[in-house]
């Protein structure tokens, strides 16, 4: 943990670095295959609950009765196929969809009959077709209300750029988590609209919060000729790294309890639609924060043309300093190739040249 600690530390002081915005084209063919892929589940159809398009829901009570018991009973009262779920106080949901063709008051006394429990502990819900649509539309309604106020805020409190990658991320994530609904043919209720729109907010925060950072650091960036805007935009992604790493994990550990061990292990199904919008969409809102959208704000930026000539300063005077660099090396090698050279060759190189030996010392003996 403290490694984790440290490497914190290293990522927000600039000592490590990893390059996101320069792998841009690697995320963004990573999102594109994500992308496609939901986008098949979506051409599969949704499941959609009886909220939405209309249908009839039986609640049974009835302590030890299971679900695939209450599953063989419902088969042989209705025509279409139910849809049969486990809830608290040993109750059993039933839904028909509105194909039937048996009135509710039947089905629920055949249900009363063949279960053997009393009437009154059948309780029926019968929801209208119109009232669904009612339903489907006010949930769109509000989804595109919160797209156009995000836009304008971020617009506003940030700039236009910012505001478009950041609805390209939300975009992403909510295609992303309606695919894999669509995949694994999970009902979407009122509860998934709620889970939609809890990780549309999520994912927008975590974006701002890297937006804001990388504001601060491309703040009179366009003065010096050291960084260019991807490469400070890539510096603010990499400072909040490991607290958009930490915040999500902290956020999905209940969240995969719900849906892991609530909804799968104890066979409440009911948790299974929340759960399941809020798992995929905070996973997909954190990397889309760090893979998309920051990439994407970098690309956009690149496009002005003070953001072009800053490149073009930035890469002049790297090849300046290098071409420094390199003379001064050159020039220290040859001088210490000098003053390392042996004396013997010294003398040998002078008496090539003909200077004349020196004399050595005269001579004792007479």
Same mark, same amino acid.
């Given at each position: ?17 990893? #390059? ?18 939901? /986008?098949? *589940? ?31 009973? /419902?088969? +042989?009262?209705?025509?279409?196929? %139910? ?22 008051? #039947? ?10 429990? %009393?009437?009154? $502990? ?6 209208? %077709?119109?009232? +669904? &649509? ?7 309604? *509000? ?11 971020? @617009? ?55 937006? #804001? ?12 000729? &050291? ?39 104890? +066979? /409440? ?42 490149? &073009? ?11 420094? @660099?390199?003379? /001064? #090396? ?5 001088? +210490? ?6 004396? *013997? ?9 003909? $200077?004349?030996?020196? &004399?050595?010392?005269?001579? $004792?003996?007479?």
């Amino acid at each position: 943990m403290s490694r984790f600690s440290n490497l914190g530390h290293r990522l927000y002081q600039g000592e490590v670095s990893f #390059d996101f915005v320069g792998r841009r084209k690697l995320w963004y063919s990573i999102s594109g295959v994500i992308v496609l892929v939901a /986008a098949v *589940g979506l051409a599969m159809g949704l499941h959609l609950g009886i909220e939405f398009k209309g249908g009839s829901v039986y609640t049974v009570t009835k302590p030890g009765l299971t679900v695939s018991q209450a599953q063989d009973t /419902a088969d +042989g009262i209705v025509s279409s196929h %139910p849809l049969v779920q486990s809830t608290d106080n040993n109750k059993i949901r039933i839904q028909v969809s509105t194909d039937e063709t048996k009135s509710s008051d #039947d089905i629920r006394s055949e249900l009363s009959k063949k279960l053997d429990v %009393p009437l009154d $502990t059948v309780e029926a819900q019968v929801i209208g %077709p119109s009232w +669904g &649509k009612q339903i489907s539309n006010k949930a769109l309604t *509000g989804l595109v209300v919160f797209m156009v106020l995000v836009t304008v805020y971020l @617009a506003i409190a940030f700039e236009w750029r910012m505001a478009l990658a950041a609805l390209v991320a939300l975009i992403h994530d909510l295609l992303i988590t309606i695919g894999v609904y669509a995949l694994v043919g999970f009902e979407v209720t009122p509860g998934t609209v709620i889970g939609f729109l809890t990780i549309l907010g999520y994912s927008l925060y975590d974006t701002v919060v890297v937006f #804001d950072t990388v504001k601060e650091n491309a703040k009179g960036i366009t003065k010096q000729n &050291k960084l260019t805007y991807s490469e400070a935009a890539n510096a603010g992604l990499n400072q909040t790294l490991v607290r958009s790493l930490n915040t999500t994990v902290v956020a999905l550990l209940p969240v995969a309890a719900l849906l892991f061990i609530g909804g799968g292990l104890l +066979g /409440a199904g009911t948790l299974n639609d929340i759960s399941l919008a809020l798992f995929i969409g905070l996973a997909a809102g954190a990397y889309s924060s760090i893979c998309v959208a920051t990439p994407l704000l970098a690309q956009l930026k690149e496009e002005q043309p003070e953001m072009k000539a800053l490149r &073009k300063r930035v890469l002049q005077h790297r090849a300046s300093a290098a071409a420094k @660099a390199e003379a /001064a #090396d050159a020039a220290a090698t040859d001088e +210490g190739a000098d003053e390392g050279q042996p004396a *013997g060759m010294v003398g040998q190189r002078d008496r090539a040249a003909g $200077t004349p030996r020196a &004399k050595g010392r005269p001579s $004792t003996k007479r």
